[in-house]
């Protein structure tokens, strides 16, 4: 049966693209029922309780933990899906070799036969959602389609949604197009396609957060990505931290790790009480939409308005913020449980294990009892250093632009680029060790340029040309500077204590935006000398410094060698300006 626009029970306020369009998927879909989310409270909570009836959600303990939840996915669907991932553009060549590749016509067709009826005895969700202020000439909307509670309710806490974000589209005339059903959960049924020529977003087959909450990783950064290159913006998997010094004054930074190595954490730092003075304040941390400003500088919002963060290894010593987070109205997916029906993982001192992740009882021999992967989805209104600035309409300048990896070798502490078009190359050459953060194989090295191998909706080499354009259309671009909280010595400790102790690499930073800060020239760009960095309280062994700031240059040359590689075969839409920044490391290298 057909649900005629008109008996959608659709709100007054929502537009007729709209109505058209889930009249038209549930036409297709044959749901039991339809519900347009307002984004209220009572809302919310009815979606708690309704998925603690049908045993989606289980409830902690409400009095060590009010407002908490656990839900267990699918054993076989707790990751990002990559290999089911594709950007569905009309020439092969636009998505590029760093994506998979379907014909629209065939992707669609394909999806087409999943969604069928797909929703049958289901109640279909319209989920209208914000990304970024809903007063942000910046931020766009869109509507997810979802027969997912857990999504539903995700993306209350992930995004502004809700009957604000309809208006605005509303006043737009324009959304993305995001349907998601969760269809068998078999991942043989299961992708995830992007239509960046028609702003349209299907997943099918995964109830995990990169794969069903489609205003995330689909929609800020794969579809975002393509809107931001044909507009002159950028779109990227960075955090976004204002750090405060002693004077009063603030710096913002934007910094691009890959999956799980460390943007939550650095986005909430909890300054070491040695650096007394030092502030931090959380503007996002997970993706970053910038803009050239009139005064020449970049400035960026935050598009998410809640946290989907790696749980295992939080805790009061690594971030005592991200663990009083957590605490209350926080809906926990995979991690293990104790008697007493707390929350427990990796990393946590008190308490032990009942209930691993996929509820049964624990037993060392299955594995860890949190999975690796397990996350927390909050607020980010529950952040202790949630920035007011957050919700600027403009957003903030930014000083510096920080790439980073995982790298238990090889990259220093920090390094800064000599000038843009370097970093721009210091981000294509990126690599960093797989994590769990997607299904596959962990802690392999592998190249992740801008950490956003898993997100640029189209061809690298358009994506460094546009890179390349963004430098010269700004007059007074962000300092480039590469991290490494990873090194680690013989034995496979890290020789950094990383975390709370990150802010020392932040403030050296700050100071080279500044015009200070002292360093050495190496090949690769400039290393700061031991004592610029500030070591005060921090009790390192002898010779620790000197290892982690070390430039090798066999090692480099080996590297550079690889990264040359690497681009190469983005033939023809490799940049010139890349190529050349690439040849002078080479030569800078043979040099030294
Ligand atoms: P995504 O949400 O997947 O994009 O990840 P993320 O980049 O936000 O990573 P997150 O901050 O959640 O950190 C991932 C893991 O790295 C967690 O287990 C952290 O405890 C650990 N981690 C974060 N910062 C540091 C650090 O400075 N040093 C070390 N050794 N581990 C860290
Ligand atoms: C990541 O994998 O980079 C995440 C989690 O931030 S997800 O939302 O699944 O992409
Ligand atoms: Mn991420």
Redesign the pocket.
């Known amino acids: 049966m057909a649900t005629a626009p008109e008996h959608l029970d659709a709100p007054q306020s929502a537009p007729r693209n709209v109505r058209q369009w889930v009249a038209e998927v549930a036409a297709h879909t044959q749901p039991e029922r339809i519900h347009w989310c307002d984004g209220s409270e009572a809302e919310y909570r009815a979606l708690i309780q309704g998925m603690l009836g049908s045993g989606v959600l289980l409830q902690l303990n409400q009095q060590t933990h009010p407002g908490c939840y656990l839900h267990h996915s699918h054993p076989s669907d707790v990751a990002r899906v990559e290999h089911l991932t594709f950007v569905c553009t009309e020439q092969a060549a636009d998505a590029g070799p760093n994506n998979n590749w379907i014909a629209p016509g065939e992707a669609r067709a394909r999806m087409a036969a999943l969604f069928a009826g797909c929703m049958r005895g289901r109640t279909l969700y319209v989920v209208p959602y914000c990304m970024g202020p809903l007063d942000s000439p910046f931020a766009r909307c869109g509507v997810e389609i979802t027969d997912s509670p857990y999504v539903a309710a995700s993306m209350r806490l992930m995004t502004r949604m809700g009957a604000a974000a309809l208006e605005r589209i509303g006043r737009d005339g324009t959304f993305i197009r995001g349907l998601h059903s969760t269809g068998e959960l078999d991942p043989e049924r299961r992708f995830i396609m992007h239509f960046p020529e028609t702003l349209e977003i299907q997943s099918y087959g995964s109830g995990y957060g990169g794969n069903a909450l489609l205003g995330k990783k689909c929609h800020a950064l794969r579809i975002a990505s393509w809107q931001a290159r044909s507009e002159g913006w950028m779109a990227e ?1 960075m ?1 976004l931290v204002g750090v405060e010094n002693p004077a009063g004054q603030t710096h913002y930074i934007a910094c691009a ?10 986005a909430m730092l909890v300054p070491p009480e040695t650096m007394p003075g030092w502030k931090i304040w959380t503007i996002g ?2 993706i970053a939409w910038l803009h050239p400003g009139a005064d020449g500088r970049l400035w960026a919002i935050n598009p998410e308005a809640g946290y ?3 749980v ?3 805790n009061a010593q ?1 971030n005592r913020h991200a663990n009083d987070m957590i605490q209350h109205n926080t809906i926990f997916t995979n991690v293990a449980m104790t008697a007493g029906r707390e929350p427990w993982w990796e ?1 946590l001192e008190d308490g032990k294990p009942a209930f691993d992740w996929q509820g049964r009882p624990y037993d060392p021999k299955n594995g860890p009892a949190a999975h690796p992967n397990s996350r927390f989805t909050v607020s980010a209104h529950q952040n202790p250093s949630y920035s007011p600035m957050a919700d600027a309409p403009g957003g903030v300048p930014i000083s510096a632009l920080v790439f980073g990896g995982r790298r238990r070798s090889l990259a220093p502490l920090v390094y800064q680029a000599r000038n843009w078009s370097h970093g721009v190359l210091v981000g294509a050459g990126m690599a960093s060790e797989t ?1 769990a ?1 997607a299904t596959g194989a962990v802690g392999v090295v592998r190249r992740d340029p801008m950490a956003m191998q898993p997100f640029t909706g189209y061809n690298f080499g358009d994506y460094w040309a546009h890179w390349l354009a963004m430098g010269s259309s700004i007059s007074k671009p962000p300092g480039i500077f590469h991290v490494n ?2 090194r680690r010595d013989a034995a496979g400790r ?1 020789l ?1 204590p ?2 709370g102790e ?1 802010l020392r690499v932040l403030a050296w930073i700050i100071e080279r935006c500044e015009g200070r800060g002292a360093a050495l020239e190496t090949p690769i760009g400039a290393v700061p000398t031991e004592a610029a960095i500030n070591l005060a309280g921090l009790d390192l062994d002898p010779g620790t410094m000197a290892e982690l700031l070390a430039v090798r240059t066999p090692d480099w040359q080996r590297e550079m060698e690889e990264i040359g590689s690497y681009l190469a075969g983005y033939g023809a839409r490799l940049p010139e300006a890349l190529r050349r920044e690439h040849a002078e490391v080479l030569a800078r290298l043979a040099r030294a």
Request: hydrophobic share 40%; proline share 6%; aromatic share 22%.
């Open positions: 998997h955090l790790f890959p999956s799980a190595c460390g943007k939550t954490n650095l941390d997970d989907f963060g790696v295992p290894g939080t690594t990393g994590t953060a909280w990873f890290f950094w990383g975390f990150n």
